[in-house]
């Protein structure tokens, strides 16, 4: 198996490039952000880490900047009717770092950026990766979360400071001030609605 080529960079196109490694041209399959960060035609001593993939009538190289990138390879291909072509498109749609970013919220209408993924192949392949950055030692540092917990509770802030904008803006027009609002409001629920965090206001403002 070649996981790692150093060598002369010969040719950068954003679907490929080849590397010349002791006089033996190598074609590896790689995504637009790969292409951005090589460096220019002719340098030397350039590092790509690859994955190799073997078929019945073919064999098939693909090179990746760094190590989180084809990680991330490896578990979308690993996805039923995901294959090499669809992630490397879904790589270059987006970098590792927000590609977790998506996973984590599940925002699916980002994931449909990629080519060729619609509404439900988004739903699904996000369902697939959610617990990807969770598990995987080399993935999770790419969000700074150590727990499936962590990266539960960073999807739910948000909401949380939704719940807490509508339920704020409600009770200014009753009559609250802002600072009587914000104080009657600590403390709530990160599972409350809008209708809970009014009540939970209400009664701790008497």
């Given amino acids: 198996m070649i996981v790692q080529l150093t060598g002369t960079l010969v040719e950068v ?4 490039a080849v590397l010349d490694v002791g006089g033996v041209g190598y074609e590896l399959g790689i995504s637009a ?15 790509l880490f690859t994955r190799m993939i073997v ?17 991330l390879f490896d578990r979308l291909i690993s996805i039923s009717r995901v294959g090499p072509s669809l992630a490397l498109s879904t790589l270059s ?4 770092q927000a590609l977790a970013t998506v996973v984590a919220t599940q925002d699916v209408t980002r994931m449909t950026q ?6 439900k192949n988004a739903q699904r392949i996000l369902m697939e990766l959610q617990d990807v950055f969770a598990k ?34 409600a009770l200014l027009g009753m009559g609250f001030a802002p600072q009587e609002a914000e104080l009657a409001l600590e403390g709530l629920d990160e599972k409350a609605d809008v209708s809970a965090a009014i009540r939970y206001a209400l009664k701790r403002l008497g």
């Fill in 33 to 47: 952000n790969t292409a951005a960060a090589l460096p220019a035609v002719g340098e030397a001593g350039v590092t």
């Fill in 93 to 96: 749609t987006f970098t590792p």
């Fill in 136 to 169: 995987d030692s080399e993935l999770r540092s790419l969000v700074g979360l150590s727990t499936q917990q962590e990266i539960q509770a960073d999807v739910l802030r948000p909401q949380v400071q939704d719940v807490a904008a509508e339920a704020t803006e």
């Fill in 55 to 71: 078929r019945e009538d073919a064999m098939e190289l693909y090179g990746f900047s760094t190590r989180q990138e084809r990680a």
């Fill in 114 to 119: 990629v080519s060729g993924v619609g509404k």
């Fill in 13 to 16: 196109y954003p679907t490929h």
